[in-house]
């Protein structure tokens, strides 16, 4: 893989984890939908924008090719049928956060998130660290332990968001499918359960007689917000080492932290500032032993 190769992987994770970041200013938007309908709506939604995109770039041969490939392929199919549902559980676990006025804990789960994914860097595809590298990983690791000591209860909204994306991570980059015909597939497996929620609840938020309601936009737009991110994500990921996806993810829950924080007025304490400190010193520390790798050892290639 080449240089440019390895720039445009981490640019367009950069991308993604940014998006990622504002999202919740979304999701506020919609709070006085329920997280399911919420939920039901993203998944519908990012399915058709999905579909749309697959046809205008005139890739449903191969979308169609990959579908008989997943059905002959018991394991790829189990593989994505499980990305499928934990970034479906992630999804639902986060609107919840924000709908519940938790964007910090949010943010906390996101920083935790990228310790797991070094973890299953080092586990299961034998990611190797320098001293410094592993250096950063002990710096961020206290901030982390610091501030979930601190915090007064158990983090579980941010443990789940972690685990769930963590686990979500390693399957797209162990699944060979392409960002936007595997996208396409994880929306469309989990849309008929969607749709199946959508038509039992009595009362829904979205309606057919005011098409153009600011909340039926909102509610259609979940898609796009949805598909634009992890498109990015799918494509920087195939192109960087897991262990650097899950650092650059920091810029994520730092947003997070700062909307939470001075948008939405929830509590910042002197522990959330220490961890916030120690977060970012191991970021910069990782970046730097990572740059001064010698220039003829790519980064490792996602198979």
Do not use: C
């Not at 994914?117 to 950063?136: A, D, N, P, W």
Request: proline share 3%; net charge positive.
């Amino acid at each position: 893989m080449n240089v440019t190769q390895d720039r445009s992987g981490v640019i367009h994770t950069l991308g993604a984890y940014a998006l990622w970041g504002v999202l919740p200013i979304y999701w506020k938007l919609l709070d006085h939908v329920s997280p399911g309908e919420t939920l039901a709506h993203r998944i519908i939604w990012s399915a058709v924008l999905m579909i749309a995109i697959v046809l205008m770039v005139g890739k449903w041969n191969t979308f169609v090719d990959e579908w008989k490939v997943l059905l002959k392929n018991k394991w790829k199919f189990s593989g994505i049928f499980l990305a499928t549902t934990v970034i479906s559980l992630n999804w639902l676990t986060f609107i919840w956060a924000v709908h519940n006025d938790h964007v910090i804990q949010a943010s906390l789960g996101y920083y935790i998130n990228p310790l797991i994914s070094i973890l299953l860097g080092i586990l299961v595809l034998k990611e190797s660290f320098t001293f410094r590298q592993t250096l950063s990983f002990l710096m961020a690791a206290f901030g982390v332990l610091y501030l979930t000591i601190n915090y007064g209860v158990f983090p579980w909204i941010s443990l789940l968001l972690a685990t769930t994306f963590g686990l979500y991570g390693l399957l797209k980059k162990k699944i060979d499918i392409g960002p936007i015909i595997g996208l396409t597939i994880e929306t469309m497996l989990v849309s008929p359960v969607a749709l199946i929620y959508l038509f039992s609840i009595s009362q829904s938020a979205f309606q057919w007689n005011a098409l153009f309601s600011t909340t039926n936009i909102l509610l259609m737009g979940a898609g796009v917000v949805t598909a634009i991110p992890l498109l990015l994500f799918a494509s920087g990921a195939r192109r960087i080492s897991l262990s650097m996806v899950g650092f650059l993810q920091y810029l994520a829950p730092t947003l997070m932290l700062l909307i939470g924080v001075f948008l939405y007025n929830e509590t910042f304490t002197t522990a959330h500032l220490v961890a916030f400190l120690f977060i970012w010193a191991a970021l910069i520390n990782y970046m730097l032993a990572s740059y001064q790798k010698p220039s003829n050892k790519p980064l490792q290639k996602i198979n």
